[in-house]
Structures are given as C-alpha cells and as structure tokens.
C-alpha cells in the first residue's frame, strides 16, 4: 500500500500541495487529473523519488517495482526492439551472464542462469516487445530501425513501449495517449485492462480514462481530492457538489442553454439513425454534468464565419499521396457547408494525407481539386506549434494578423483561453505544450474559418480545455473534418464518419462501437507477417454472412426511421413558415380575423404532427437499438 499523510509540495515558490493525504491499495487502477500546472507530474516524481516532500510523510512498499513512461524524447542508436527490451533491466542482466558463461563454457552458471530467465518469462521477450511495438502501431520492418531515425511522436511511443515492458507492481503513465492515434489509443486501452500491479495515470482523454480507471484522484486547490468509479462517476458526483453552490448558479444555467440549444440544432440531423440516438444519450449526460465545468477558466465560441454557397471543397477521382507515392486512389470527397465528418482508419492509412491535400498544402498525384468562394480554411495539427513565434506574445500573434483590432479586444479574447494579464504580453518561449496548444487554437478561432481541419487538435489539452473545446465545435456553424483519438471529442462534434484504409476513402456505417469491432478484424499483413488459416477465413465469411442477415432484419426499420426524420424535417420547416406569418401583425386587424384562425388552426395541427413524428421516431429507434444488441448477443 502506498501512504501519503499531510504532504506539502513546492515547485520553486509555487506551492502545488499542502496537506494532501492519498491512500493507494495494490491492483488499483487510478486516474489522476487536474489542471496544467497543479501539480500532477510533480506527484508522479515524489512517487519515483525524483523529488522530495517539503512537508509530510510518505511510505511506498521496498520490495515494489515501479516502473514509468519517459517525458524526455529516447536518444539511442539501439534499435526498436532492443530499446523496448532493455525496459527489462533484469533479462539484460541475466542475458549478460548466459554470454559470459557460454563463452567460459561454465555449464553450472549457464545452466542457473537459464532457469532465472525461465522463471521471468526472458525466452518470449522478444515476441513480447513485437507485440507491444506492433499494438502502437510500428510496422514489422520498422523494428530494427534505431531509435534516432523516428520522430518525437514516435520516440515518445517507444518510450511508452519501454515501460510497458518493464516488469512493475507500480506503472506511473503521464498523458500515454497523447501521441496516439485511436487505434493504439484503444490498444493500449485493452492491454491496460488487463495489467495486475498497481496503475497511475495522468490523461486528459475521459474515454480512455472512463474504460480504464476505477478510482479518480483530482487535485484542485492544493488537495487530492479521491473519487471512486472512473471519470463519468467523478464529473457526476462534482456536478452534485457544485449545484448546491448558489454562486454556479448562474453559470450552470447559461451552459444548461447552450446544451438545450445544441439539442435542438442536432437532434434530427445526425446522417445515420444509430448515430443520432447515441446523440440523444449523450446530450442528456452532458446536461446532468454540466455543473462539472463551471468553474472552468476556458470559455470561448467561433464566431460566424464568411456564408459559402455551394462546395467548400471538392476532390474528384483523385490520386494522394507524396513524392509520387500514392496512398489513397479514386478519391471524391466533397465538403458542402455544415458538413461535420470524423476521419477514422488504422495508423498510416492516409487520414493526414486526405486533410493535407484538402488544405493545399499537398498537391494531387492526379485528379481535380476546386475550392469555393470565400472559403476560409482553420487548419489545426501539431506542426502548427512549430510555426508559432516563440519570441511574440499571445497578443502580438493576434494583432500580426488583425493591426486594427484594439488591445482590449483582443485581451478579451484571450482571456476566454485563460491567456490574462501578464500571460498574454509574455513571450511564449517558457509556455507548456498546453498553452501554445491552446494559443494554435485561438489564432485558428479569431480568424473566423468557415472550414475547419483538426488533426489531433487535444493533444496537450487539459479536460477543462477539451470540454470547452467541444462546447464550442457544437455550436461552430462551419464545415468541420477531425482526426481524433480522443471518442468523446468525436461522438459530440461530428455528425458521419468516413474510413481512410485499404487505399480508399469512403463512408463509414456506423459508430466508434462498429469502427472498433472493424478494428478486431481488420488484417495488416504487412505489420503481424501471419496468414490467416482456412479456418479463419471460413469463420470471416460466416461472420460477414451472418452481419448481411442482421442488416437485412434491421433494413425495415432503418427505412421508416429515414422516412420519419424527413416527415419531421418538412413538418419543422412548415411549422417555421406559420410562425413567419403569426409575425406578421397586419394579421391580427379584426378584416384578418378569419386568415389568423385558419393559421393557427394549421400551426396546432403542424404541432401535434410533429410530436407524433417524434414519439414514433424515438419508438423505432428504441426497436432498433434492441434488435442491434440482441444480434451483438448472438454473435
């Protein structure tokens, strides 16, 4: 068990904790969250004892292995493999005196020295750190690459590596999935299910945390606050506590509008019905856990954008890819206004390709690519931290692209990323990934895209951040394509998915549910090196068999609850007619008294039409989903 009593905590002057108190039982399973700043990599370094405690006490078992995933970018001419493999000091160790032993040709050493590394599991170690290095996405051949030759995204997923494979009874993991894409994010979400010892985690992704973590530790104000249950538990059980405060009053009831308004925009509109009902679910959630985020210092909407008419981008039997390389082929993608689709598809697939050659910054290999009038691109991915001056304030960024807005509104503006006072005429040089994150994003919002391109855009962002940034996706009026590993980011912003995989690009149907069990099946021959069996392939076509017959059940349904969508959109836009009319007051002079009879007549029988509507919808819907989860049960 691991004993933490009344700990005091300084970084420089700033004090991080005073009288924390935090009890740690084996096998848990714990997330730790909070804002930039508050201390949460501090922890982790008092953990390791990297750091001591200014006050306080603090006790963790001797016998205790701990093992935790490196911030600093891995330097090494060592290749993939071995750089996993030496997370594993003690097989290194005993691989050491099987070679000194062979070599003095002592049969008693070199016997001793096999059964150790029998008993620590040494003889699949190699097939062990290929599977971690393959579960986070590195192909087969790229194993014996060295270190050095992989980018800081990459390195960062070695270091992860490394630490997966050493043996621990503590495992301290700070933002694992940050350079992740979804596929290795869900990956590393099922190996972590499974791990025995004792598991902290520092993450800003609720969905990866939700499915991993039993027990949520928040630091906020200078205390550990515990939690028990994941983080939909923590935000519900924050909620509660916070309602009761008359001062969120206010503010809670200001974000419980914004939700009812984003429910009524999208309640209907979602392009698939599967999709639209998990929408529905999840609204009402939001609206239970509003009060959560009250007290967040992010708050910030995009602005109405420049109106397009037509196409904002068109792509037409178009060849992608780079220096004559192609990876996507036949690709028509068009992006009308409004449109709202999440990227999905396995690692390398082309995701990034697609959105570099929608931004031009990626010529075709072939094909045709038009813009339409008055697009305006927001394009947001991690290079666009790069190119950020580290000399110039978060102001001085601003004001280089709009001389004539004030000092004020701007600082105003600023102020809604939390960037106030000093913060935002500081040089950015000594900001954290968080904050030139967040300062990427607000230069992307006060220019007012009416088509924005989001590759990863929460990594580095804090959960306060990544809900404010959903908030206001919901309401952005604009087109809007995301590549995300973060499920929540998606499930509440977009509104279809597309699949990039097999060099193709094309609709996808279904949720992340479908897109995960796609996963399960989906073969990469090129990274495992396995055939599949007959026997395999034959249980595949059963499968695929047996998926036709379901659709074929679910096919009826599906019918009329597209039907009824667009029986309730033509009843919206009549309903909206009637009450255009209603306004007009010329209607109510006693010579009108007829006309205003038939059309309000008309707007209570348009009304009562739509709740019928309504009531059926939800009632087919709620078939559907029944028979869906009876077919998941007999699979």
């Known amino acids: 068990m691991i004993s933490i009593i009344d700990i005091e905590l300084r970084r420089g002057v700033k004090l991080l904790l005073k009288d924390a108190e935090l009890i740690i039982h084996p096998g848990q399973h714990i997330g730790i969250i909070g804002a930039n700043g508050s201390g949460k990599s501090s922890l982790f370094k008092l953990l390791m004892g990297q750091v001591a405690a200014d006050a306080g006490d603090m006790s963790i078992p001797a016998d205790w292995r701990i093992a935790h995933m490196a911030q600093e970018l891995a330097t090494s001419e060592r290749s993939a493999l071995d750089f996993v493999i030496d997370g594993d000091p003690l097989l290194r160790k005993i691989e050491a005196m099987i070679e000194k032993a062979l070599s003095a040709e002592d049969n008693d050493t070199l016997a001793n020295a096999y059964e150790r590394m029998d008993t620590i599991k040494g003889f699949d170690a190699h097939y062990r750190a290929e599977q971690l290095l393959q579960g986070l996405g590195f192909h087969q051949s790229e194993l014996q690459r060295p270190v050095n030759s992989f980018s800081g995204g990459w390195r960062i997923r070695l270091n992860l590596a490394q630490s997966l494979m050493s043996p621990s009874d503590l495992l301290l993991l700070d933002e694992p999935t940050n350079h992740l894409d979804l596929d290795a994010t869900l990956w590393l979400e099922s190996w972590l299910k499974s791990y025995v010892g004792t598991l902290l985690i520092i993450s800003h992704d609720r969905d990866f945390l939700d499915n991993v973590v039993s027990r949520v530790v928040h630091i906020e104000h200078q205390k550990t606050n515990s939690y028990k249950g994941n983080y939909s538990a923590f935000e519900r059980l924050r909620s509660e506590r916070l309602a009761l405060q008359q001062a969120s009053f206010e503010k809670q009831q200001k974000r419980k509008k914004d939700v009812e308004a984003f429910v009524a925009r999208f309640r209907y509109k979602a392009s698939k019905a599967k999709q639209a009902q998990s929408r529905l679910k999840e609204l009402q959630r939001m609206d239970s856990i509003a009060p959560a985020h009250v007290d967040s210092p992010f708050y910030f909407d995009f602005p109405d954008a420049k109106k397009a008419y037509g196409a ?26 409004g449109t709202r689709i999440g990227l999905l598809g396995p690692n390398g697939a082309g995701k990034s390709t697609l959105i570099n050659s929608l931004t031009g910054d990626l ?28 000399q110039a304030s978060p102001l001085l960024h601003i004001q280089r692209i709009s001389p004539q807005a004030t000092d004020q509104e701007v600082r105003n503006f600023l102020g809604g990323f939390d960037f106030h006072n000093d913060k935002a005429l500081d040089p950015i040089q000594a900001f954290s990934g968080g904050e030139k994150a967040r300062l990427a994003l607000a230069l992307i919002v006060w220019q007012k895209p009416n088509l924005l391109l ?65 996963l399960k099946d989906f073969v990469r021959p090129v990274e495992t090196g396995i055939r599949a069996s007959s026997t395999e392939v ?4 059963n499968e695929r068999k047996k998926a036709a017959q379901d659709r074929q059940k679910l096919a009826p349904l599906t019918k009329n609850i597209r039907q009824l969508e667009t029986t309730i959109e033509t009843l919206e836009k009549k309903l909206k007619e009637c009450e255009l009319i209603l306004s007009d007051e010329s209607l109510y002079s006693s010579d009108q008294h007829k006309q205003l009879t038939h059309v309000l007549d008309n707007q209570s029988k348009l009304k009562r039409q739509l709740k019928v509507s309504e009531e059926q919808w939800l009632e087919q819907q709620d078939e559907l989903e029944k028979l869906s989860c009876d077919g998941l049960k007999a699979n």
């Open 363 to 390: 010529d075709l290999l072939a094909g045709v690519r038009v813009y339409g009038e008055n697009l305006k691109i927001g394009y947001f991915a991690q290079h666009q931290l790069e190119v950020l001056d580290l």
């Open 312 to 337: 904002l981008v068109n792509i037409s039997q178009a060849t992608l890819g780079y220096h004559e390389k192609a990876i996507l082929n036949t690709v028509n993608f068009d992006l009308q206004p």
């Open 538 to 541: 034959k249980d595949k076509k």
């Open 454 to 518: 989001l590759d990863e855009p929460t990594n580095h962002l804090d959960l306060e951040m990544r809900h404010a940034l959903t908030m206001a996706l919901q309401s952005y009026e604009g087109a809007l394509v995301v590549i995300s590993h973060d499920r929540h980011l998606l499930r509440n912003t977009v509104d279809e998915f597309y699949l990039v995989a097999d060099g193709a690009v094309r609709e996808f149907d279904g949720d992340l549910r479908d897109y995960q069990k796609w």
